[in-house]
Structures are given as C-alpha cells and as structure tokens.
C-alpha cells in the first residue's frame, strides 16, 4: 500500500513510531498514518456546513446566504453539529461513569468477583460531601447508598447533578442564572438530540446554551462519578515510576495490551497477570511470564495506579500490533479502530472484545461482566498465552521512556503540604508571587493528521520555558511521558527560573500526569481547591489557566473543552475547527465561531478558539494568563527574579570561596 505524501518524520514525533511505519511499509501495510494521507477531509463537512439530520438532504451549503430545503442557516446547521457532538461526547464519558456506579453498588453487594474497595478513606470524603452518613456505618453501607445515589444522577428527571455543588459557589450561582445548570446526564443528552430533530431548536444560541448544560452534565457529572468510583475502587493515585512506548513490549513473554478506557476489566487483568496458575500457564507455553501494557485511556488507569507500562497513545494501537510481539490486544470501549482487525490478520495477534456494547466483526468477543470479573480475566489471559506459540518474526523499537504518573489532585494536595498542612496555599502562593506564571492543562488525543506528538510536546516544552506549570491527562500525557518530560529532575534542565526553583523545592516533575480523559474532571477540581485557597480571585475564570488540546480527534474532547469554558477556563484546540464555516466568510457573521468565543466569555468568563499554529497557540496562551495575572494584581511576570534559589543555587554555594558565600548567604564577608 502507498505511504502517501508525508515522510515518516512528518507523520510521527516519536522514533518508535517511526521505525513501525518504515515497517508497515515494508509488509506493505496501511496505517491510520497512511490512510489521512490517502483520504483527503471533506471540506465541507470538516468545516460544520453539512447537514444530513433528514432525508431532504443531505444539505452541502457553500455559498453564504445559502440554506437547506428546510431553510435551515449555516449558522443553525453549525450549532447543531456541534451540540450533537458534544451529546455524544458526554454520553460516552457518562455511560462508563455509569457502568463504574453499577460496579460500585455489585462491589457493595458482594456480587462482584474479585473487586474490592481499596481506598475507604476516598469513599467516606465522597459520601459525607453528598451528605451520606457515614458514622458507625461499614464501607459496604456508604457504598451501597453512594452507588445508588450516584446511579441516580444519569436518569435523574430535574434538580441538578448533585456533583456540580462541587464548584465555586459563585460558579454555581452562575450556572443558575444562566439556565445551563445539569439536571441529569441522560436528560441533558436526550434533550441535545430533540433539540436538533429537523424542526426544532433554529436559534443557534440557543442550541448553544444547551451545549454548555450538556457538556456540564459530563464534567461535573458522568466524567467526575466515574473518577470518583475508580479511585474508590482502585485506589487514588498517588506517585509511581512507570514506562512508556512500544519498547516496554518483551520478547520473551506473552503480551497483552489491554485498549480503551473502563478501568474494571484492566484492572482485573492485572490481577489476573500476577495470579501464580496464570504465570505458571505462561512458563509451560514457554515464556517467562505475561507482560501487560496499555494503550489510550486504559494505560493511563493502569499505568497510574499500578505502574504498568504504557506502550503507547491514540496511534499506537496498530504500531504495537505491527511489532508482531502481541499475543492479544483486549479492548473495551472508545478510541478503539476498526482497523485493528484488518491489521491483526497479518500477524498472529487476536483482537478480543469485551463490552456488551463493542463488537468488531473477525474480533473474537469474550464478553465481560463484572459479577465473574476475575474469571473472565484469567480466561483471556489464556487465550492469551495459548496464542504465544503462534509468534513469528517480531521486531519491537527499542525505544522506551521511565516518568512518573500518578499525581490525583487529592495528592498534589498532600505534596505541597504534607499529612498535617495538606494545602493548595503553596501553589497559590508560587503563582501569586509569579515563580509560576500561571497554569496549563495540554489534554487530549492525537491525531493523524498532525505529526503524532508534536504539537504536545512543543506547546508543552515551550510553556515549560515560560515558567507555566502543566498538568496534562489522556493521550497527552502519553506523549510527554515518550518525550521525557514527566521524570522528576530529568526534566527540569528544560523549565524556567521559577518553575524549577517550585518543582525543585517540592519534589514534582514539571509536568504533572493526571490520569485519563475522564479525569480531567480532576483539573475541574484542582482549580476549584485552588480559588477556595484564597489569593487568586473567587471564580475558576479568574485563574491564571489555559486549556489546550493541540491534536484533538474526538468528540470526548469537545464535551470537554465546553465544560472547561463553562467552568471559566480559555480552552484552546489545535488542528481544525468542525466549525470553521465558509473560508471567504466576512468574520463577524461567523454567529457560531464567534459565539463560543467572545460571547462565551461574556457569559461564562471563558472562551473556546481554534487555532492551528503552535506558536500562536503559545502566545495566546501567555497572553490570556498575563491577562488574568493583571486582573488579580499580581506583580507582572519577571523571570529574572528567580532561579537563585532552589538546586542550582545549593550548587553555586558549594562551589564559592567561604568568604564570598557567607556574603551571599548572610550578607557579611567575615566574621
Ligand atoms: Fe437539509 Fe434541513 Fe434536512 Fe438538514 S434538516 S438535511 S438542512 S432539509
Ligand atoms: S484515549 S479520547 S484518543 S485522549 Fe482517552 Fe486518547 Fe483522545 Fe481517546
């Protein structure tokens, strides 16, 4: 198959990458590389301006003054792509969060086999914040009432999601006056739906008001539920040294590479994988064991929790099959290709599907259910391993990095304070006296249609420069994690002044992994912590923080740069707008562009842009948090204060005469 127009340094960042695509080539293999190269995007559906909602059209509308055969706007057909996006989005986020309650209320049960809650001390914070009692009540009881108080927030009819009390309190009055506040995530989901049936809402602001109360619904609902019962049930992260990219595949041992997102069959796996029948089961196929890794979102579950290697983001799913090294590649739910199949024919590797919900045909299905959890696991290992014999030739990039993940906002929390003084003040402080000029959060996928990796990486390492602490989740994170930049000191030769002295003094990489696409409702709460701290105004809005997703691909990542701007965040996409309109359009009748942009930050004190450069991306970025910075009073950001302090600076010490250090130190040459 043709590789297309790109060569293999333009299509990925990373050498491992690189390496398989001279491979696919070789084998004459097509990839999602090769594939954008080959299909070139619709232009007019790339830019929002088709609608196909009923059998009139589909409508194409080119020409400006244009309508459908209903009548229908540019303007209205633009809003409604975009809401319907983000409904499915937020419905995918929240269906897992569901399935995490549903598990959670099994667990509680005693129906669920294997499952156990690790982290009681999470579970009884989670339940007295939504006033369950739980004096003198076993954690079984406050589970029970949890999971069906939090299983009650997806069908619940009106009021509002219970986890949106979770925000500044004068966000929440917001929301109120705005009418955006989320009742329940499957009304607010249906509702996107109904509203744009052919005949219904026309008014693309007000399709758009109904966005933000749908997107609401996923971060201040679905999205937090599911992180909640994961660290409930797993354990909050905390700290690990882990590895990331296709070199953490082994040669000797059976790999499993466990894809997609719900953590509670990964986690059973590993479970599994460490059980002595299944490493015996190993060790008689002939190998020295099972080496499990991840790809997406469920590496990032695992890989926090327990350390378990990364062998990649997004576009490594078919890479790591193309090493020829991996026995199966069990996926669940979201961000999975249809491609894999296709692909895994080449090579020995079995495709196995487990969501009652996900099937791909030529995909072997094993189904799971989290009452036989344990069972199931072990039963796929052993497809697994019965698989192994079946190798042929493989050829595994030796190319692998170490980073540390693991940094929930309950433990950024512990870091800047320790057991007794846990705060946020240390943080806020740094901030306030510009050593951090402010914070990023760079998120979200990859996307072939950009070099893999590199938007998120340059934005990242260039924000670093500029003194911007950033935290960063899902295949994001992934990506920094390959370029190094998510290990401790190895990382802090290539941050500025006041940010090393921080990260020096607390004992933090430069960029904090925060876990998975859901989990950016961390970064919700993170902010929240930080404004009720004190010093940097009473709203997330006023925050000096941006949002960035440079290669972003899935309509997750819209419901999530929406709540983002509806809790007050800038949010910044890079590559295309799916609403970028006509070219030749005059500006300001760009209703829709322009209504998530200024008028947004009108009514929710954020905004959501589109920009493609890098390096704007960066300006706008510095310039929003310089903004913000002003608005708060803070001294405007200086590097040249800092750096004297910190490591660097105990070295300098070491290395001066006596004389001129005790004048350094305490301003006297002599005694
Ligand atoms: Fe065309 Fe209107 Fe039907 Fe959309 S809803 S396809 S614009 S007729
Ligand atoms: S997996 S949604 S490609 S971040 Fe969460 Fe990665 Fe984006 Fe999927």
């Given at each position: 198959?043709a ?31 090769s ?10 559906g ?5 609608c196909?909602?009923?059998?009139m059209?589909?409508?194409r ?6 309508t459908g ?12 792509n ?6 499915a ?5 929240s ?16 129906e669920a ?12 914070m989670?339940?007295r ?11 079984t ?9 939090y ?6 009819q009106r009021?509002?999601?219970?986890a ?6 004068k ?16 009304r ?6 109904h ?13 758009l ?20 019962v ?34 509670t ?5 590993v ?9 015996e ?17 469920t590496a ?7 350390g378990?290697?990364a062998a990649?983001?997004?576009l ?31 090579f ?16 072997t ?10 069972t ?39 870091m ?6 846990a705060?946020?003040?240390?943080l806020?402080d ?13 998120v ?6 950009s ?5 998120h990486?340059?934005v ?34 290539k ?26 409702s ?5 902010l929240?912590?930080?404004v009720?701290?004190?010093g ?8 000096p923080a941006v ?10 990542a819209l ?23 006509m070219p ?14 200024e008028g947004?930050?009108?009514?929710y ?5 589109f ?10 970025t ?12 803070l ?7 800092f750096g ?10 070491e290395?001066?005469?006596v004389?001129?250090?005790?004048q ?8």
């Amino acid at each position: 198959m043709a590789r297309g127009k790109r060569t293999y340094e333009e299509q990925s960042a990373d050498p491992a990458a690189q390496q398989m695509l001279i491979r696919a080539d070789e084998l004459g293999i097509g990839t999602a590389f090769s594939r954008a190269d080959d299909m070139v995007p619709c232009n007019i559906g790339g830019a929002g301006m088709c609608c196909k909602i009923c059998g009139m059209g589909p409508c194409r509308l080119t020409k400006d003054g244009q309508t459908g055969v209903c009548g229908a706007t540019l303007d209205t057909i633009q809003a409604r792509n975009f809401i319907r996006a983000i409904a499915a989005g937020a419905a995918a986020h929240s269906d897992h969060g569901r399935d995490m309650a549903f598990t959670l209320k099994a667990v509680a049960n005693g129906e669920a086999e294997g499952y156990m809650i690790r982290d009681v001390a999470k579970l009884r914070m989670v339940a007295r914040d939504n006033g369950i009692q739980i004096e003198g009540r076993s954690p079984t009881e406050i589970a029970n009432d949890l999971a069906d108080l939090y299983i009650a927030q997806f069908g619940q009819q009106r009021g509002r999601i219970i986890a949106t009390k979770r925000a500044p309190a004068k966000r929440q009055q917001l929301w109120e006056e705005r009418g955006v506040m989320p009742r329940g995530v499957d009304r607010e989901v249906v509702e996107a739906l109904h509203r744009t049936h052919i005949g219904d809402d026309q008014d693309p602001e007000h399709i758009l008001v109904h966005a933000v109360r749908t997107a609401l619904s996923d971060g201040w609902g679905g999205s937090l539920i599911a992180t909640d019962v994961s660290d409930i049930l797993f354990g909050t992260p905390a700290p690990i040294l882990g590895q990331a990219n296709l070199g953490v595949l082994k040669d000797d041992m059976v790999n499993v590479v466990v894809h997609g997102h719900e953590p509670t069959l990964s986690q059973m796996i590993v479970a599994a994988s460490q059980d002595p029948e299944i490493i015996e089961y190993a060790k008689q196929a002939g190998a020295k064991g099972i080496n499990l890794s991840g790809i997406c979102c469920t590496a990032n579950e695992i890989l926090m929790r327990q350390g378990i290697p990364a062998a990649g983001n997004f576009l490594h799913q078919e890479l790591a099959i193309l090493t020829g090294a991996v026995e199966a590649m069990i996926v669940d739910v979201q961000c999975i290709m249809q491609a894999l199949v296709e692909l895994a024919s080449n090579f020995h590797t079995q495709i196995i599907t487990t969501s009652p919900k996900v099937q791909i045909k030529g995909a072997t299905h094993i189904q799971f259910d989290e009452h036989k959890a344990l069972t199931i696991a072990k039963q796929i290992l052993k497809v697994s391993i019965d698989n192994y014999k079946n190798r042929g030739k493989t050829h595994i990039p030796q190319v692998r990095e170490d980073l540390i993940p693991g940094f929930s906002h309950e433990y950024i929390n512990y870091m800047l304070g320790g057991s007794y003084r846990a705060s946020f003040r240390p943080l806020n402080d740094a901030i306030m006296s510009g050593r951090i000029r402010g914070v990023a959060a760079v998120v979200g996928c990859n996307n072939p249609r950009s070099k893999q990796d590199f938007l998120h990486t340059y934005v990242t390492e260039q924000l670093l420069k500029q003194d911007v602490l950033v935290v960063e989740t899902g295949c994001g994170a992934i990506a920094s994690a390959k370029l190094g930049l998510l290990l401790g000191e190895a990382g802090l030769d290539k941050v500025g002044p006041g940010l090393r002295e921080i990260c020096e003094t607390v004992g933090i990489p430069p960029v904090l992994h925060m876990g998975s696409c859901v989990d950016n409702s961390r970064i919700l709460t993170v902010l929240t912590q930080m404004v009720e701290e004190g010093g940097l105004g009473d709203d997330i809005d006023q925050v000096p923080a941006v949002g960035l997703a440079p290669e972003w691909m899935s309509e997750k990542a819209l419901s999530i740069g929406t709540y983002c701007v509806a809790s007050g965040a800038y949010v910044i996409f890079g590559g295309s707008s799916p609403i970028s309109g006509m070219p030749d359009r005059v500006a300001d009748s760009d209703i829709v562009l322009r209504f998530i942009s200024e008028g947004w930050e009108k009514l929710y004190g954020g905004k959501m842009e589109f920009i493609p450069d890098p390096d704007e991306m960066i300006k706008m970025t510095l310039e929003h948090i310089d903004k913000k910075r002003a608005a708060l009073g803070l001294p405007e950001y200086d590097p040249a204060r800092f750096g004297r302090s910190g490591d660097q600076r105990m070295i300098e010490l070491e290395q001066m005469p006596v004389a001129e250090k005790r004048q350094a130190l305490y301003g006297v040459a002599a005694d």
